[in-house]
């Protein structure tokens, strides 16, 4: 396929939801185009803005806290290993706000505290902080919740 032919099934492919880059190159490559073609689509695309990938780490990271209930370490890895660089992947999980991301994590600890068992208290927190560093939590994070909740 030309590059002219796979553009607007391109299109419609990143109108869907946001994207990031790699996506689009390997769907693409799935569809038979070659790397010219690909490098040419996804410069178009981009041109067209219907690729960002400062836009797409953004929504994903927020997106992955939210719904999924996922650490900041987590979403980072998670974006790395979509090949976003490491600026974007930096924008995206500060568009996660501190306040809600604190708040998120103290209700999980007291959540967390009332199912959890241990033999002693003390294992019982580490258990509760294996589970969110698990989730992709930051430890000093849960390590702060654990006192103030």
Known sequence: MTAQEVLPKARRYCALQER???EVRDKLYSWG??????????????????LNEQRFAEHYAVSKFR??????????ESLKFKKVSAPCIKNG??????????AYL???VKKLRTKTKGRNEWEGEQRVKRYLMGRGFES???DDALKTT
């Open 20 to 22: 990031c880059h790699q």
């Open 33 to 50: 185009s070659h790397q010219e073609e690909v490098e040419q689509v996804i410069g178009q695309l981009i041109g067209e803005g219907y």
């Open 67 to 76: 719904q999924k209930g996922w650490g900041r370490v987590k979403i980072r």
């Open 93 to 102: 999980l500060a568009a996660i706000d501190d306040g809600e991301y604190s």
């Open 106 to 108: 103290a209700n999980a």
């Open 140 to 142: 000093e994070a849960i």
